[in-house]
């Protein structure tokens, strides 16, 4: 399917943070809380966004991105039920 017959470019879009380098050291860093701020302050459904997990990741990373995870699933399904 083209951009054109979706009517929309964020079908093709991804947002992927965290995980590892190709050299395999922590991909983690400043950008990526900022994208995960702006993730749970707009409630971002578009484009997708996808965390890669690791053991050489932050705590504070993996915490970070599943207080977004509840929060945003908690929103959807309350507004599911109205």
């Not at 997990?53 to 309350?78: C, E, G, L, Q």
Request: proline share 4%.
């Amino acid at each position: 399917m083209t951009a054109a017959e979706s009517g929309t470019y964020t079908d093709f879009a991804q947002i992927n943070l965290g995980g590892v380098r190709p050299d395999g050291s922590d991909a983690v860093n400043d950008v990526t809380f900022l994208l995960l701020d702006v993730i749970e302050d707009m409630r971002l459904l578009q484009p997708s966004s996808s965390i890669q997990v690791s053991k050489k990741n932050p705590d504070r990373y993996i915490k970070r991105a599943a207080k977004i995870i509840r929060t945003v699933s908690a929103s959807r399904r309350s507004s599911t039920r109205m």
